[in-house]
């Protein structure tokens, strides 16, 4: 049988430490091809912890630019990863947390037709400006995802209040 291809993605220290465990893991299955996209949010945070971890990327967006805005980092990083995942094929997509980086690749990956698995699904303040922009991010890649891994029944039950399917909500626990 074919391996699923999953394409994981993490660009900051925290999204590193908690996807970094599920990468490894996904990498030592036959049943995954596991590739790893890295848009580098946090450059030098994140390169220590794929040092730690033993992980070395194979798509390397590179994408911070100093005094860079949302909206410029938001843009650079669907260009980028246009680019990415039309080479990959990828069945599936998954992204950890409310960065922007999540949220630019969970639309990428929407708009590519590819399946999103959002770890970590389902934390909610109830005010779209606070954190900002993380609840705007963490709401609208709830819309672009397939598979909600929240990581309590807590989130899990903000979702279905949201009325997404059950049948899409996997209480995880935290991958760490």
Not at 66 to 90: C, F, I, M, V, Y
Request: hydrophobic residues 45%.
């Amino acid at each position: 049988e074919t391996p699923m291809k999953v394409l994981t993605v993490f660009g900051t220290r925290p999204e590193a430490i908690k996807m970094a465990p599920v990468f490894k893991a996904l990498s030592q299955d036959p049943a995954f091809e596991a590739k790893l996209c890295v848009p580098a949010q946090h450059r030098q945070m994140l390169d220590q912890v794929l040092q730690v971890f033993g992980i070395t990327p194979d798509i390397d967006l590179d994408i911070m630019h100093p005094n860079q805005t949302l909206t410029g980092l938001t843009g650079r990083l669907l260009l980028k990863l246009e680019d990415a995942l039309s080479g990959l094929n990828a069945d599936a997509l998954l992204a950890q947390g409310d960065t922007t980086s999540v949220l630019a690749s969970a639309l990428a990956a929407f708009y590519m037709d590819i399946p999103v698995g959002h770890i970590e699904a389902g934390l909610r303040t109830g005010n779209i400006r606070n954190p900002f922009p993380e609840e705007m991010n963490r709401v609208v890649t709830s819309q672009l995802t397939r598979w909600h891994f929240a990581p309590t029944e807590f989130a899990a039950d903000k979702l279905r209040a949201e009325n997404y399917a059950e049948d899409s909500i996997i209480v995880t626990g935290n991958t760490v």
